[in-house]
């Protein structure tokens, strides 16, 4: 079965710094990777995925992520975080192959100060 | 033009009652799924349905009953509502359920018992 660790309940950071959200996995096979973010009485919206290829993934709002296959991580980026980057990330992961389901990790939430 | 739509957005009810969500989208999805995110952030996936055949049931109590009228609805019947069932239920879809697309996520009914 697979699964997902987000050590970090909470990360703090401030205005214009660089931040990262840890996130690792165990899956059978090769993964498919994700990150999602939440804001407040929302849905998930989708930020990246990583399926196969570079390593470094660039997805929405300026947010990458990059792929660790010995480490067994997917952490997300930002260069330069923004108040407004402030909400609760997800990631999750797949195995390759055809037909199952996406794990989610137990989530982060991200605190940008100005 | 909402992609993933969801109603109620707030159900509020006493135990021991049946009650119902619905869920739409517009995408021209072929699955579409069910999770519930716990007062922790903590997403579960529940239930998932491709072409309208269920395809995943997780561990889910039989009070549940996922219904599919066409692709495009997956409605969420629950029957003697329990203290536990509290929580936000959240609706996705993906182009389908073997591919690597993002899902898409509605933004949630808070259903609370009293």
């Known amino acids: 079965a697979q699964s997902v660790a987000q050590p970090e309940d909470q990360v703090n950071v401030a205005e214009g710094n660089p931040l990262t959200v840890k996130c690792t996995y165990s899956?059978?096979?090769?993964?498919?990777l994700f990150w999602y973010v939440q804001y407040p009485n929302r849905g998930l919206q989708f930020l990246l995925k990583?399926?196969?290829?570079?390593?470094l993934v660039k997805g929405s709002y300026g947010f990458e992520a990059e792929f660790n296959k010995s480490q067994t991580s997917f952490h997300l980026k930002k260069p330069s975080a923004l108040v407004s980057d402030s909400a609760l990330y997800f990631c999750?992961?797949?195995?390759?192959?055809?037909?199952?389901?996406?794990?989610f990790g137990g989530g982060t939430r991200l605190m940008v100060k100005p | 033009d909402t992609a993933v739509s969801q109603t109620p957005k707030y159900l509020v009810t006493q135990m021991g009652n049946d009650k119902s969500i619905k869920c739409e989208q517009n995408?021209?999805?072929?699955?579409m799924y069910w999770y519930k995110q716990d007062s922790k952030k903590f997403l579960k996936i529940m239930f998932s349905y491709n072409n309208k055949e269920l395809i995943i049931n997780e561990t889910v109590p039989n009070r549940f009953s996922p219904k599919s009228p066409d692709k495009a609805h997956l409605n969420l019947h629950i029957n003697s509502l329990e203290l536990g069932d509290s929580a936000v239920y959240f609706c996705?879809?993906?182009?389908?359920?073997?591919?690597?697309?993002?899902?898409?996520f509605g933004d949630g009914t808070r259903l609370s018992i009293l």
């Open positions: 995408l021209g999805h072929d699955t």
């Open positions: 990583y399926i196969t290829g570079d390593n």
């Open positions: 899956v059978s096979g090769n993964p498919y």
């Open positions: 999750a992961v797949r195995p390759g192959h055809a037909g199952n389901m996406l794990t």
């Open positions: 996705a879809s993906s182009q389908d359920s073997a591919d690597n697309q993002p899902q898409h």
